[in-house]
């Protein structure tokens, strides 16, 4: 059957968030901390290796007493804040109130850098008559971010895990999207980076096409087969 509906992930796949070492110096700005060169790079490393930063690396381990936290992480905005400000807190920061500030700075469009070819793709995608979602497993509003970067014009329908209590790979998700687009699941596309997440989908009867997660200059044109594929 023919694709009439495309799914987009968020992070990852459409948008990459800055660097940890650019998060935190925005933070240290904003509370007045002062950081040699060096620390900064130092307890930026600390931050993403605890999995601090939303949109990195995964934890190298959870902390117990954040386990559950982190499996529900997107299921409702308080946890998300919870777990993440609690993973930031497992390196020393120098004033307290950075942890607060560091969350807050990864909801703001400025953190968030689009993949160079992902207009040209959502705005095809829209030519040609195509429904766009994005699908995403996330504990915050992305549409005010959408609509800074000028990408919401091509998005028909948001279907944000926090909104519905439900996260990826659960199918109920990708149901979900396919039913704001009115597109039976055979007749969408997933488009994701996650082999575990975001090829879910496929419990559905829709098909997945996965792209590599990697910096926004290392993937200029990732994104370009899934306008091959849509046909």
């Not at 990852?12 to 110096?25: D, F, N």
């Not at 829709?206 to 792209?211: F, I, K, T, W």
Request: proline fraction near 9%; charge should be negative.
């Amino acid at each position: 059957m023919a694709i009439a509906g495309v799914l987009f992930d968020f992070s990852g796949t459409l948008m990459r968030i800055e660097s940890a070492e650019s998060w935190l110096r925005v933070a240290a700005e904003r509370t007045g901390t002062a950081f040699e060169p060096s620390e900064l790079a130092e307890r930026a490393a600390a931050l993403e290796a605890a999995g601090a930063l939303p949109g990195g690396g995964p934890p190298q381990s959870v902390p117990p007493e954040l386990a559950g936290l982190w499996r529900e992480r997107d299921r409702d905005a308080s946890g998300h804040r919870a777990l993440y400000t609690g993973l930031a807190r497992q390196v020393p920061l120098p004033r307290p109130e950075l942890y607060d500030v560091l969350y807050d700075r990864h909801m703001e469009p400025e953190a968030w850098h689009p993949y160079p070819d992902t207009s040209r793709v959502l705005g095809e995608l829209s030519d040609r008559g195509l429904g766009v979602a994005v699908v995403s497993n996330i504990g915050w509003d992305l549409r005010p971010l959408f609509r800074s970067h000028g990408l919401d014009r091509w998005v028909d329908a948001f279907v944000l895990s926090y909104e519905h209590g439900v996260q990826k790979p659960d199918p109920r998700l990708f149901r979900e999207a396919c039913d704001a687009l009115g597109v039976p699941p055979q007749q969408a596309l997933m488009v994701g980076d996650d082999p575990v997440a975001d090829a879910g989908a496929a419990a559905l009867g829709c098909a997945v096409h996965l792209v590599a997660h990697l910096p926004t200059g290392e993937r200029p044109d990732g994104l370009l087969p899934v306008l091959r594929l849509v046909g």
